[in-house]
């Protein structure tokens, strides 16, 4: 089932930035993420976020550049992205599990259909 909705993707220069959007009822949903996948490779955790208290892990490759957040309010979950690189080309999806253990695809119950990001150098 596709039960989330993601958008803001788009193509970009190296060093320019993009904001995702994924629609999701965030008082119901105890972990979400970020996570995305370019062709001929695995699917890889970018961020996720605790909605409970907000606390947040990042992947090694974004940290410094990409932030993670949740609007409450509008029921939406966000990914700032600033800096990008090339190896950010990916297709971004949004998810959401029970319980945040780490940025692993293992738990994470709802997907939404991915957005395509793409940067040139």
């Known amino acids: 089932q596709v039960q989330l909705v993601e958008s803001g993707g788009g193509s970009v220069q190296t060093g320019g930035s993009l904001r995702l959007s994924c629609s999701a009822s965030?008082?119901?949903?105890?972990?979400m993420g970020w996570f995305r996948q370019a062709p001929g490779k695995e699917r890889e955790g970018v961020a996720v976020?605790?909605?409970?208290?907000?606390?947040?892990l990042y992947g090694d490759s974004v940290r410094g550049r990409f932030t993670i957040s949740i609007d409450k309010a509008k029921n939406t979950l966000h990914l700032e992205m600033s800096s990008l690189k090339v190896e950010d080309t990916a297709t971004y999806y949004c998810?959401?599990?029970?319980?945040?253990?780490?940025?692993?695809?293992?738990?994470?119950?709802?997907w939404g259909q991915g957005t395509q990001v793409t940067v040139s150098s």
């Open positions: 998810a959401t599990a029970p319980v945040c253990h780490g940025l692993g695809t293992v738990g994470f119950r709802r």
């Open positions: 976020i605790q909605t409970v208290d907000g606390r947040t």
């Open positions: 965030v008082s119901t949903s105890s972990c």
